[in-house]
Nanobody, 127 residues
Framework: QVHLVESGGGLVQAGGSLRLSCAASGRTFNSLAMGWFRQAPGKDRESVAAISRKGGSTLYADSAKGRFTISRDNAKNTVYLQMNSLKPEDTAVYYC????????????????????WGQGTQVTVSS
């Protein structure tokens, strides 16, 4: 079993930055590919970014490219999402997800790809 706890959400003005963290426990962290998803009010959950077990490969949704950066520190069992140039449309609950095994270049964006989920952290971007 893997336990994921997100933190770092909050209220920020448009154009600002936030860094989300997701701390994992319960399994060797470098055996997990990690992803970030988000869900805005009234919308389906959507993928944001994913990272391979050692951090050498990253994948991004079009909405995140150029503004968000996913990274991980395997010594700290933590994955991060650095979000810059935030927009009001980035307002959502952000979820961390873990997959046992390697990252999937195709399919990484599907919820069903992941085995474990955190509870989410709210990000609100004001205009």
């Amino acid at each position: 079993q893997v336990h994921l706890v997100e933190s770092g959400g909050g209220l920020v003005q448009a154009g600002g930055s936030l860094r989300l963290s997701c701390a994992a426990s319960g399994r060797t962290f470098n055996s997990l590919a990690m992803g970030w998803f988000r869900q805005a009010p009234g919308k389906d959950r959507e993928s944001v970014a994913a990272i391979s077990r050692k951090g050498g490969s990253t994948l991004y949704a079009d909405s995140a490219k150029g503004r968000f950066t996913i990274s991980r520190d395997n010594a700290k069992n933590t994955v991060y999402l650095q979000m810059n140039s935030l927009k009001p449309e980035d307002t959502a609950v952000y979820y961390c997800a873990a997959r046992v095994g390697q990252i999937l270049p195709t399919g990484w964006e599907r919820e069903s790809t992941y085995d474990y989920w955190g509870q989410g952290t709210q990000v609100t971007v004001s205009s």
